[in-house]
C-alpha cells in the first residue's frame, strides 16, 4: 500500500496547529484579548490580574483583567475570562476600597515572568515536595518589590486524597521569577 506523505504531514501539521489553539491563554496574553472590550483611555492600564481557585487543573481557566477607567466613579473596568473568552465586562464596586489612581498601574516593562511560569516556579518549592497539589489561585497586583504573583495552592491530603486543603501562599516577583514571600504550611495536607 503506498502512502502519501503529504496528506499524513498536513494532518499531523493541523492536529498540532488545533492543539496550540486550545492552550488556554496566560494571563499576561489576556491583556490583550481585554484591550479590545475596554475603551482607548484603558488600554494596556492594568490594575490587577486575579483568577478563581481552579476546578479541573492546577491551573485557573477563570481570570479576571481589571484596568483603570478614569471615566468612571471607581476607576476601574473588570473583565471576566473563561476559558480564554470573554464572559463578562463590569465596573466593580468593592466596599472599603478607594477608587484607583493612576500610580496603581502596573508597569508592564516589569511584567517578564506570566502566570504559567509564575505557578511551576511556587510548585517547585521544596517544602511542597511530596504533596499532590491539586488546585490553585493567583493573582498578579503592586507589591513592596513592585508586581508580584500571589499564587494560593492547594493539595491533596495525604491520608484522605479525596479531600483538598490550602497549604499556603507563595509570592513571585513579575520582573525576574524570585521568591519573594513564602507562607507555606505542608504539614496541614496531613
Known sequence: MKMNYGIVLGAVLALATTRVALAQPTALQLIKNGDDYVGIQSKDKILQIYSDKSVTALEPDVWYVV???????????????????????????????????????????????????????????????????????????????????????????????????????VRVSADDGSVVKLDLDPSSAD
Open 67 to 169: 484596568f483603570y477607567d478614569p471615566s468612571v466613579p471607581f476607576r476601574s473596568v473588570e473583565i471576566k475570562f473563561g476559558a480564554g473568552q470573554e464572559m463578562d465586562v463590569s465596573h466593580p464596586f468593592h466596599l472599603f476600597q478607594l477608587p484607583a489612581k493612576p500610580a496603581d498601574i502596573l508597569d508592564q516593562s516589569k511584567l517578564r515572568v506570566d502566570s504559567d511560569r509564575a505557578l511551576d516556579i511556587a510548585q517547585s518549592e521544596p517544602l511542597l515536595k511530596g504533596l499532590t497539589l491539586r488546585a490553585s489561585r493567583m493573582t498578579l497586583e503592586n507589591g513592596d518589590f513592585g508586581p508580584v504573583w500571589k499564587v494560593e495552592l492547594w493539595a491533596a491530603k495525604l491520608h484522605d486524597p479525596s479531600k483538598e486543603v490550602s497549604v499556603g501562599t
